[in-house]
């Protein structure tokens, strides 16, 4: 009955996608940014659809169960901080801008190189940011339908393509809606239905009044406060949050849209920790057979509840697989591949060269999601891999005159490198074991994780500074010289 009721929500979430097309009406603005037409209302849904997806969810909930309140709570916080200083210092001054990708940005501040830098870094990383979201859902498919979690995967690719490739930035709008509805009444349900049912508990030590779990290393205080800096900063330089700012259809509109998504990601999400609290105690033994969301779903909550929360679940993650699809194809089109040339108009050309180029990005996010089968963690080193290399230019390149491409270049370098390589020779990442790139050895151990964190962002912002205050400031054009040389019949001439 679950999964029945699921997949009639699926039904109408594809509907609403293929609906989409009709919006897009064979224009490429229409199809990347949606015309630059989303109000305040809608733009707000579509920022935090990233944190009520199945990936954030269930990492939530499930570094609440294990690890605390503050494990689990780090991420929609972090997230909230993040669209908060968007709105604070950047959505308007974006929007202005008139660009269509957050590369476009470097490219007029550095140069191409540095737009080719942030480029590939930007789709790097979200291709790991859209390979958390097929392990939720693949893990959903494997819960509760029987299905092989790498059948599952392979099943979800073709679906979110099909939607995507016909709607664009429409088709986030039409399925973001639909899931925003349904996710609401869910958790709001979910949360009564504890509240006055099992009611909330918590294991001693992990509630919200365990503090150690801000203070003491070794209860992970480390790991929660990089997993709060790594999200609330690395998450400001997200390509899909950027072109949802871009999408805006004023600077004004763009700003309070992150202020009302902060605010409901504050209001909808931070309480799923209490939830996952009292599941500890609801499901008992049971937690082992799978994400603790999905059990105390599919064993324990009544059938309407389950369906409701898992079909806001699924909507929420096609739609941010959906925005991660077309963000990192319209960058690989227009700042790396540069289709069309370096003015490229929004032509026939660009929206099917987007198309095509979704097609390696869905296969790099399904190997990621079959090497790397963790929920929640896949979102944190996305930003993570940000925060050590694009974030430091990115916020000193708005509001300091000093730096060039040369800082950049620094900044990126030393922070990224740092951070790689404390990555492989950490035997865990974010308290979970590094199964995708470890090199066992004696030098690093796990008392490391999230330290690192700190030391990629320090070390980038120490180089950027450095070169930037090293090097000349790049030298500007200077007006030309008016010569009072005046033959006859004719003006002073510049030269």
């Not at 202005?96 to 940005?105: F, I, K, R, S």
């Not at 470097?106 to 930007?122: C, H, M, N, P, W």
């Not at 097929?134 to 509760?144: N, P």
């Amino acid at each position: 009955m679950i999964i029945t009721g699921v997949a009639v929500c699926l039904v109408v979430l594809l509907g609403a996608g293929f609906y989409s097309t009709r919006k897009v009406r064979g224009d490429t603005g229409n199809f990347l940014l949606a015309g630059r037409s989303l109000g305040a209302p809608i733009l707000a849904v579509l920022l935090m659809s990233q944190v009520i997806d199945s990936n954030a969810t269930l990492g939530s909930a499930d570094l609440a169960a294990g690890f605390g309140f503050w494990a689990g709570a780090a991420m929609p916080l972090g997230i909230a901080l993040s669209v908060l200083l968007v709105g604070l210092f950047f959505a308007k001054k974006l929007r202005a801008t008139g660009v269509v990708t957050l590369p476009e940005y470097f490219a007029k501040r550095f140069g191409r190189g540095t737009e080719i830098t942030a480029s590939v870094l930007t789709v790097g990383s979200f291709g790991i940011l859209l390979a958390g979201n097929l392990v939720a859902l693949g893990y959903l498919l494997e819960y509760f339908v029987g299905l092989d979690y790498t059948v599952a995967v392979l099943i979800l690719i073709p679906f979110v393509l099909a939607y995507t490739m016909a709607g664009g930035m429409f088709a986030s709008v039409y399925t973001g809606v639909v899931q925003f509805a349904i996710m609401t009444v869910g958790i709001v349900s979910l949360l009564a239905w504890v509240g006055f049912g099992p009611g909330f508990s918590a294991p001693e030590g992990l509630g919200v009044g365990g503090l150690g779990q801000l203070t003491d290393p070794a209860q992970g205080a480390a790991i929660n406060w990089a997993t709060l800096v790594a999200l609330g900063l690395g998450n400001i330089v997200a390509i899909d949050l950027m072109q949802r700012v871009f999408s805006a259809k004023s600077p004004h509109a763009a700003q309070r849209a992150c202020f009302s998504a902060a605010t409901g990601i504050l209001l909808l999400c931070v309480p799923l920790s209490f939830v996952a609290l009292a599941a500890v105690s609801i499901v008992g033994d049971s937690a082992v057979d799978g994400p603790i969301l999905y059990v105390l779903l599919g064993e324990y909550a009544p059938k309407w509840l389950s369906i409701l929360v898992l079909s806001g679940l699924v909507t929420a993650s096609l739609t941010t697989i959906s925005g991660v699809l077309l963000s990192t194809a319209t960058v690989l089109v227009r700042n790396l591949f540069r289709v069309g040339g370096e003015h490229a108009a929004m032509s026939s050309d660009v929206m099917r060269a987007t198309r095509l180029c979704m097609l390696p990005m869905a296969a790099f996010g399904a190997i990621v999601a079959l090497r790397v089968p963790q929920t929640g963690i896949l979102l944190t080193l996305t930003f993570d891999l940000l925060l050590a290399s694009l974030v430091v230019p990115f916020i000193l390149g708005l509001f300091w005159k000093r730096g060039d491409a040369r800082a950049v270049a620094a900044a990126a370098i030393c922070g990224i490198g740092v951070r790689v390589g404390f990555f492989v020779l950490t035997p865990t990442i974010y308290g979970v074991d590094n199964t995708l790139l470890y090199i066992p050895n004696d030098l690093v151990t796990a008392a490391a994780d999230g330290w690192t964190t700190f030391l990629g962002g320090i070390v980038s912002l120490v180089a950027y500074v450095t070169v930037a205050l090293l090097t000349r400031p790049a030298s500007q054009p200077q007006p030309p010289v008016v010569v009072p040389v005046v033959a006859p019949g004719r003006q002073p001439v510049a030269v």
